[in-house]
């Protein structure tokens, strides 16, 4: 079947202005995960879904970002006034949830420059 | 907090060479344990896992050894191809941690020379 996938795959933005990106996680798959990863770091953990529910948004750098997941499928990470330090790949992961399920498939990312 | 330790890159070898990756970690409660590979222009691709102590994933030649005494999970080759070449990250995921979010460390690269 089909992996994550995650549009647009790269997205340049002027400083200020606001993006979204778009997650499509594997079908069936529970939880959903967003990280950031800054070139030449591991990513960071931004939010987590469970379904619909956004369980965690602790990573989450200030309240320009913004996620959701309103139907438990497809997932926006919006950042609101993009500034430099955003520049980044964004990175969707979804995996099925369940004690023993802790493998996250991940999608190619979301290249974000902010000029 | 929990957190992981791999060795800095770039690690260079010639085909055919053995490899190890060293990846160390601390961690609150009892981890499960990952290697994660990027291939150029690629995402993130689980490599091998280990979900207890003494568990030994392995993968396409790879293998890594949960050790909790050494709190240490380091990846080995023992002949790599130059289509190894990538980078390889090593992460945990704590049971004491609430939604098994992924804990990286920084990403090793590597670098197989023909």
């Known amino acids: 079947g089909a992996g994550v996938s995650q549009s647009p795959r790269y997205k340049v933005a002027k400083r200020g202005q606001d993006v979204a990106l778009r997650c499509d996680p594997i079908s069936g798959h529970v939880s959903l995960f967003w990280y950031q990863q800054a070139l030449g770091q591991g990513p960071e953990f931004l939010t987590y879904?469970?379904?619909?529910?956004?369980?965690?948004k602790s990573g989450l750098p200030s309240d320009r970002f913004f996620a959701e997941r309103p139907e438990g499928s497809v997932s926006t990470l919006k950042i609101q006034r993009t500034q430099q330090e955003d520049s980044a790949v964004y990175l969707c992961?979804?995996?099925?949830?369940?004690?023993?399920?802790?493998?996250?498939?991940f999608g190619p990312g979301t290249r974000l420059t902010v000029t | 907090g929990n957190s992981v330790t791999q060795m800095e890159g770039p690690v260079t070898l010639s085909e055919e060479a053995f490899l190890t990756i060293n990846c160390t970690y601390t961690a609150t409660g009892y981890p499960s344990l990952f290697w994660y590979v990027q291939y150029p222009g690629e995402g993130l691709q689980l490599l091998l896992k280990a979900t207890k102590a003494d568990d030994k994933g392995s993968n396409k030649g790879f293998e890594a050894t949960y050790r909790k005494e050494t709190t240490s999970f380091h990846l080995e080759k023992g002949s790599v191809q130059v289509s190894d070449s990538a980078v390889y990250f090593c992460?945990?995921?704590?049971?004491?941690?609430?939604?098994?979010?992924?804990?990286w460390g920084a990403g090793t690269k590597l670098i197989i020379k023909p």
């Open positions: 992961a979804s995996s099925f949830y369940g004690i023993d399920s802790y493998e996250q498939y």
């Open positions: 879904f469970q379904n619909e529910a956004q369980l965690d």
């Open positions: 992460a945990l995921s704590d049971l004491m941690d609430s939604n098994y979010q992924l804990i």
